[in-house]
Each structure stands twice: as structure tokens, then as C-alpha cells.
């Protein structure tokens, strides 16, 4: 794949991790055409990143998925990190590189990020000064695992993969972190996460004692959940009607029942439709919880009203600083 004009090679794949995509702020605008957002799963996470890398909030970052990739530096680079702690390293040294900081890695040195079963979440983020380059598919850089398309190909990294970064802007290399908040430096799981009412619950067979349910719950998340979205394990949930059938527009973050009562939680790589009952949506403001859930870990969810969600995310804008 040729890179785009202006950039420069900064990495090479020696080992690819489980699911590592260069991911960006997501192709917004072309839902109405079937395509999916696709995009970071944790977009507070990637954009604490950028920052710390020097970058606007939604530059192309990889997003690293329980066990991170192992990279070679091809030229001095400066690199950040945020999200879960998959206990990156630059190697031959050992020397550790935490997240919520920018680092300076050597030509030659080599970053391995081998997992960790006591972090927080399960996705990290790491970004590079410049953003990766690739080109824009649809307006963006994320990869579409669904459509085959964006990133790399549409696909997740490869050992032999060379990865360039484009020129830095304005903002100098491993600039400050956001305001502070232990919540921006590492995902914060087991908070709880805050949902809207679906929207005219009757038209999709839901209820207010669905959501009533869903809230009342803890909720386990299954080995069966990926970037299009979480299976939730717990008491099954009855809807208050079947559902007619139809498909009804659905985002990252709404969260709707399969037939035998499990709720689902969309994330990035979810579809534009669907045609379960949905119970409630996720405010936008939480989506990084739920897309740091960890297999294994819990849910919970506490119902909240469309003020408050508007004030969480300005709140949370002024924080990032966008």
C-alpha cells in the first residue's frame, strides 16, 4: 500500500498483538449509506493520546487489544500512550513506558506491549507525533474490519507491516497531559455506566421495566463480545412486546435484547440497523467505559436524564480541551 505524500516510515510490525487497527475519531457521516462508524472504541482515550503526542484529539492512533503489538523503531520517534496498561517496554533496556505519558523511543529500539491480566480495561492507545498515515477512505482513517476497508487495508496489523506517521503540526511533541482525572489516564470500568430511555420504547418492544432491569443488574461480559459490541451475561430481561421485525437505526452505544432477554451494547463496529428492541443508549460521555469492558469484567448501568447527559459531555469536552 503506498503512503501518503508528506510521511515517513517509523515503525515496522514484528509481532502483530491480538487486534491491533490504526483507528481514528471514525468515518462520520455516511451511516445513511449502511457504513459503519468504526473509529477508537475509547475516544477519550485516544484523544488523551493525541495530546500527550502532540496531535489533534482524533488523529489515526493504533488501538491495542489485550496483548499489544511488538514494534521496531525505524527512526528517534516520539510516541504516547493511554488506555489500559498492557505493560509496554522499550526493549533491549526494560525501560517502562506507563501510560498517561509520551515517550521518546530511539531508532532501533523496540516497543513490546505484552498484556496484563490485573489492568484496567482492555484496550490501549497509542498515538505518534504526526498521527499514523494512511489514507482517507470516506473521510477517514479508521479501519472498517466489517467493510474490509480504511487502515491498513481494512484489516489488523501484520507481522512485516510498516507504519508512517505524517508531519507534526504546530503543537510540539509530547505536549501536556489533559486536565487531570485519574479517569483520563486509565480506564475506570467499574463506574458506573449512565443511559438514556430508548427512544419511543413502545415502537421497538421495550419498556421502562426493561430498563428498570438492565439497571437493577451487574452485569458479566462475555468472551463473545468484540468491536461490535459486548454480550452482557445476567437475569434475561423480557421486553414488553415482540419485536414487529423491523430494523431501526441504531449508534454506537445503544443497547438492544436478543430473544432469550441478553442485552447487547454496541460499539464502534456495529451496524447502522437493527432489528432487536432496544432498551436504552449509553451517553456519549461514557462510551469509553463500555468500550474498555473487559471479558471477564463487570457492567453496571444507572438511568440518567438528557440534560445531565449534555452536561457530562461538555464536561467532559472542557477536560480534553476540545
Not at 484523544?47 to 511488538?70: K, M, Q
Not at 413502545?202 to 432491569?213: E, K, R, T
Not at 423491523?246 to 441478553?262: A, F, H, K, R
Request: charged share 15%; with cysteine; net charge neutral.
Amino acid at each position: 500500500m503506498s503512503q501518503p505524500m508528506d510521511s515517513r516510515e517509523v515503525f515496522e510490525v514484528l509481532a502483530p498483538g491480538l487486534l491491533t487497527t490504526i483507528q481514528d475519531a471514525g468515518r462520520i457521516g455516511h451511516r445513511d449509506e449502511g457504513v459503519p462508524l468504526s473509529g477508537a472504541c475509547d475516544p477519550v482515550s485516544m484523544a488523551v493520546a493525541n495530546r500527550l503526542a502532540g496531535n489533534p484529539p482524533g488523529a489515526p492512533v493504533l488501538e491495542c487489544t489485550l496483548l499489544g503489538p511488538e514494534i521496531l523503531a525505524l527512526t528517534d520517534v516520539t510516541i504516547a500512550l493511554a488506555g489500559a496498561d498492557l505493560g509496554a517496554t522499550a526493549q533491549p533496556s526494560g525501560r517502562r513506558l506507563g501510560p498517561g505519558q509520551a515517550h521518546h523511543l530511539a531508532a532501533g529500539e523496540r516497543l513490546s506491549m505484552p498484556g496484563s491480566g490485573e489492568s484496567r480495561g482492555c484496550r490501549a492507545y497509542l498515538a505518534v507525533a504526526g498521527g499514523f498515515a494512511v489514507p482517507l477512505v470516506l473521510g477517514s482513517r479508521s479501519t472498517s474490519l466489517v467493510g474490509g476497508f480504511g487502515g491498513l487495508d481494512g484489516r489488523a496489523l501484520r507481522t512485516g507491516d510498516r507504519l508512517a506517521a505524517g508531519p507534526t503540526g504546530p503543537a510540539a511533541p509530547g505536549g501536556d497531559a489533559p486536565a487531570s482525572g485519574t479517569r483520563l489516564l486509565l480506564p475506570h470500568p467499574d463506574a458506573p455506566v449512565r443511559v438514556l430511555p430508548a427512544p419511543a420504547l413502545s415502537g421497538v418492544g421495550a419498556s421502562a421495566a426493561a430498563l428498570a432491569a438492565l439497571c437493577d443488574a451487574t452485569w458479566g461480559v462475555s468472551p463473545v463480545s468484540d468491536r461490535r459490541g459486548l454480550r452482557l451475561v445476567g437475569p434475561p430481561i423480557a421486553p414488553a412486546a415482540p419485536s414487529d421485525g423491523g430494523s431501526n437505526g441504531v449508534i454506537p452505544g445503544t443497547i438492544q435484547l436478543t430473544p432469550d432477554g441478553t442485552p447487547l451494547v454496541l460499539l464502534a463496529d456495529a451496524g447502522t440497523t437493527g432489528g432487536y428492541p432496544v432498551i436504552a443508549v449509553v451517553i456519549s460521555a461514557d462510551l469509553d467505559i463500555v468500550g474498555q469492558a473487559r471479558p471477564g469484567g463487570t457492567l453496571r448501568f444507572q438511568p440518567i436524564d438528557l440534560p445531565s447527559a449534555r452536561r457530562a459531555l461538555a464536561e467532559l469536552r472542557q477536560t480534553l480541551a476540545f
